[in-house]
């Protein structure tokens, strides 16, 4: 039995909140919306720190590297501000996209970061320079998310075209297609083992494929709208996901059925509108979602039995 309990709800942002990311430091997150600015937020006694520094447009993407002192986010004009903790300042802006960021990842064997865009590129950056090494094209249309494998051997991109495209890290060559979804990818998730590929759509449905041979496992009709966000507890073999239909959903990850759904209707001080990230915090089995409510919840997920 999962039991569920809504510990903390932080307010301060004044729009949206599109996404947030665990920092390197532990016990300290990130958010990112429709606002003037990156919040830092501290989650093992909640509260709001600061506004670590100013924006020019909407956040799409946050991301931390494991492998430097830095907080890079990609906003909807298309740049990607660096901000470094150890100067406490934004030591450098990455120029390349002209329409919106929507994903950052890293690869951090390379020291390489990977961007993706609006515009249907992915670019590729020397973390250490912050040079741009090169970029490619990847769909026609957006390439909305981004997800690495634990071994670093393979890259995989949702695009607004309904694929997924599998990419081989070595030298970026597209190993493989996969193109059974009905709308747009709007979620993806390697498994922590890398024997798996998780999928969620703007069709609500989430699909598990075999990353030996990309062959459909699974397809689970999830949620009732897109499947913004994927995510695999770091140790536990459980899940999360998180809807446009204001529902998570907690899962178990051997045979994908679901535990638990935390939504208002399920009698949860849950969130009012569309959840647009969830990731496991700092804290042993906390849950952190953020929503187009403006609101921030931290929920505590105990697994018995």
């Given at each position: 039995m999962v ?5 903390a709800?932080?307010c ?11 920092s ?18 501290n ?29 890079f ?22 120029e390349?996209h ?5 994903d ?5 064997n ?6 993706s ?23 026609p249309k957006?390439?909305?998310?981004i ?5 670093e051997r ?12 599998i ?9 493989h297609?996969?193109?059974e979804?009905t709308m ?5 998730q390697?498994?922590p083992?890398?024997?798996y ?8 449905q ?18 009732l ?8 507890h770091?140790?536990?073999p ?14 178990e ?9 935390i939504?208002?209707e399920?009698g949860y ?7 647009n ?13 953020v929503s187009d ?9 105990d697994?018995?039995?």
């Amino acid at each position: 039995m999962v039991q569920i309990e809504n510990t903390a709800t932080l307010c301060g942002h004044q729009n949206p909140i599109f996404t947030l990311e665990n920092s390197q430091k532990a016990g300290i997150i990130f958010t990112g919306g429709n606002d003037k600015g990156v919040v830092e937020w501290n989650v093992k006694k909640p509260g709001f720190i600061k506004v670590i520094f100013p924006v020019k447009s909407s956040v799409y993407a946050l991301h931390c590297p494991v492998s430097a002192p830095l907080l890079f986010a990609g906003e909807r004009s298309g740049q990607v501000d660096v901000f470094n903790f150890e100067e406490q300042k934004i030591v450098g802006v990455l120029e390349h996209h002209k329409l919106p960021v929507f994903d950052i990842k890293s690869v951090p064997n390379k020291n390489e970061l990977i961007v993706s865009s609006e515009d249907g590129t992915v670019s590729i950056w020397d973390i250490v320079s912050l040079k741009l090494l090169f970029s490619f094209k990847v769909s026609p249309k957006t390439v909305r998310v981004i997800s690495i494998n634990p071994d670093e051997r393979t890259v995989a991109f949702g695009c607004k075209d309904n694929t997924i495209r599998i990419y081989n890290l070595e030298d970026y060559s597209l190993i493989h297609i996969i193109d059974e979804h009905t709308m747009p990818i709007s979620s993806i998730q390697y498994s922590p083992d890398g024997k798996y590929l998780l999928s969620g759509s703007r069709d609500a449905q989430l699909k598990i494929w075999s990353t030996s041979n990309y062959s459909l496992i699974k397809t689970i009709p999830a949620h009732l709208f897109s499947i913004y966000s994927i995510a695999f507890h770091p140790y536990m073999p459980y899940l999360a996901t998180a809807s446009r239909d204001k529902s998570i959903k907690i899962w178990e990850s051997k045979k994908y059925t679901l535990k638990k759904t935390i939504s208002l209707e399920k009698g949860y001080n849950a969130h009012r509108l569309s959840i647009n990230k969830v990731i496991w915090g700092p804290q042993e089995n906390q849950l952190i979602s953020v929503s187009d409510d403006k609101l921030l919840k931290i929920w505590k997920v105990d697994f018995e039995g």
